[in-house]
């Protein structure tokens, strides 16, 4: 069974401050790794990664991929009240020929306190 | 928001009563996907589509039905409410030549 398991599953940090969120993950037939942010409302996209060791960058926030260790990591930097929100990680396994299917974790509820 | 919206937004129900929520784009895309989400849960697949009149299930699909007669549409069904569908509904597209999924405003569903 496809699984995926994020930790932690919440936490409150100070503004400024910096957290990361980890998601590891057992599917078959892996294609890639995704990050959403959810904030009361429809998840939004942030990343998706496909290769082991590649960092991606937007801003604040990077995401790499371990494809060897079966885990990514989310990293936030001088956290900010509005970085609050619901952080899914998602992976696509399984064959492409009916479209990608996406396994959700539980989410890590991140809270910024100013 | 990828031109995804989904009706109703908001829906209280009875244990028992037929539902249907509806799922529309404008971007012609293919693939279409209905998630629900509970707390402690995430996102779990319902049902998808891979064009019109193709559909097959997903992880949580009993007591769910649907339907996709044009490319834009795609409806859910709750044959007959209970209160274990009480969830919010998501709606979601994945975008043209890509594998990323964009999700709809989703609906939130009540069932007394």
């Known amino acids: 069974e496809d699984k995926v398991v994020q930790s932690p599953l919440s936490l409150v940090v100070h503004e400024g401050d910096t957290v990361t969120l980890n998601c590891s993950y057992e599917v078959t037939n892996f294609r890639s790794l995704l990050w959403y942010k959810q904030e009361k409302k429809a998840p939004t996209f942030l990343f998706m990664l496909?290769?082991?060791?590649i960092e991606k960058k937007s801003g604040r926030l990077s995401s790499i991929l371990d494809k060897k260790e079966l885990f990514s990591i989310l990293n936030i930097t001088a956290t900010q009240t509005g970085d609050s929100a619901v952080y899914l990680c998602a992976v696509e396994a399984g064959p492409m020929e009916y479209g990608n299917k996406l396994v959700f974790g539980a989410g890590t509820i991140l809270r910024v306190k100013s | 928001d990828a031109g995804i919206t989904q009706s109703p937004r908001h829906k209280v129900t009875e244990t028992g009563t037929p539902v249907t929520l509806r799922c529309h784009q404008t971007?012609?895309?293919?693939?279409m996907y209905w998630y629900r989400q509970d707390p402690g849960h995430g996102l779990r697949l319902i049902h998808y589509s891979y064009g019109v009149k193709d559909t097959d299930k997903g992880e949580v699909s009993d007591g769910y039905s649907v339907s996709r007669s044009k490319t834009e549409d795609f409806l859910l069904t709750l044959e007959s409410a209970t209160s274990s569908q009480t969830s919010v509904y998501f709606c979601?597209?994945?975008?043209?030549?890509?594998?990323?999924?964009?999700f709809g405003p989703g609906t939130r569903l009540t069932v007394l």
């Open positions: 971007e012609n895309h293919r693939y």
């Open positions: 979601a597209i994945r975008g043209q030549n890509t594998d990323t999924q964009y």
């Open positions: 496909t290769s082991s060791g």
